[in-house]
C-alpha cells in the first residue's frame, strides 16, 4: 500500500471503476481519483461523450487510465473487464440522456 499526499491514509493498489467516465461528472471524478493517487479504471460506451475527454484526462493528469468502450447492458464485456482488473471501488456515472432508467445489474454489483 501507498499513502495518499494530502491525507497520509493508505491507498489500495486496485483500481477503481468508473462507468460513464468519459461524461462530464465522471470524468471530473478521474482526475480527483488521479490526483488523489487511486488508479481508475474507465468503462463507457460513449453514447453521451467523446474519446477526445482521455486525451485532456491524459493532459491534465500526465497519466491515461485504461478505457474499456463498452455497453454495461453487454455482461459478458463487463465480466472481462472485472476479470482484467481487481476492481474494489465502482463509481457509476453512466447515464443516457432523457432517460430515468437505470441499468440494475451494475447497481447489484456495488
Not at 51 to 78: E, G, H, M, N
Amino acid at each position: 500500500m501507498t499513502t495518499s499526499k494530502s491525507s497520509k491514509l493508505p491507498i489500495p493498489q486496485s483500481s477503481i471503476l468508473v462507468t460513464g467516465g468519459t461524461g462530464y461528472i465522471g470524468s471530473h471524478t478521474v482526475v480527483a481519483l488521479i490526483a488523489a493517487g487511486y488508479n481508475p479504471v474507465i468503462v463507457d460506451n460513449l453514447s453521451n461523450s467523446k474519446a477526445s475527454v482521455l486525451d485532456r484526462i491524459a493532459k491534465i493528469t500526465k497519466k491515461k487510465p485504461p478505457f474499456y468502450k463498452i455497453d454495461l447492458r453487454d455482461s459478458a464485456a463487463l465480466d472481462k473487464v472485472f476479470s482484467k482488473t481487481s476492481n474494489r471501488i465502482r463509481y457509476p456515472f453512466r447515464g443516457t440522456q432523457g432517460s430515468g432508467r437505470i441499468n440494475h445489474r451494475a447497481l447489484a454489483l456495488l
